[in-house]
């Protein structure tokens, strides 16, 4: 079950996350039955969880807060996995200004935030530069699977 709650006071296309996120999760072989908590939140809440949690000042775009530590399963094993897959805290305000900074409209860029959180909360990190590559590599493959899907 994917839940979403809108605590920014600012609009957002919370129909079209949850979609994005039953599809990534899909998309990841992650039990269709898992659960998954989306959180939008104004720039002052994020402040606080980013120092908090992260022990930075200041806003940030997206945390994920792991529960059950679920992982993709591998191509070999059949069964997906299911339990609780954590918490994803966005904040639509951040969004909207770097959206521009990386050539995405705010929707695409929330989009893009929310796959880069599930990733986070399948262990996906992008501390090391190979890492950064495995996660990146497939937020972007998983954003083009959307795409096309929303254009077709």
Same mark, same amino acid.
């Given at each position: ?30 039990? *269709? ?24 000042? +200041? *806003? ?56 880069? +959180? ?18 990146? +590599? ?13 254009? +077709?």
């Amino acid at each position: 079950m994917i839940d979403l709650n809108n605590e920014s006071g600012h609009h957002a296309d919370e129909k079209g996350l949850i979609q994005l996120a039953t599809f990534a999760l899909d998309q990841l072989r992650i039990h *269709p039955q898992s659960d998954l908590s989306i959180v939008l939140v104004d720039e002052a809440t994020m402040s606080e969880y980013h120092e908090r949690f992260m022990g930075l000042p +200041g *806003p940030t775009d997206v945390l994920s807060f792991p529960m059950d530590e679920l992982r993709a399963p591998s191509d070999d094993e059949e069964e997906a996995p299911r339990g609780l897959l954590g918490d994803i805290v966005l904040c639509p305000q951040v969004t909207e200004r770097q959206a521009a900074e990386n050539g995405r409209r705010p929707e695409e860029e929330a989009e893009y935030l929310l796959v880069h +959180g599930l990733l986070h909360l399948l262990g996906h990190d992008h501390a090391e530069p190979d890492e950064k590559a495995v996660m990146f +590599g497939l937020n972007d493959r998983i954003i083009a699977l959307w795409q096309s899907r929303k254009e +077709g």
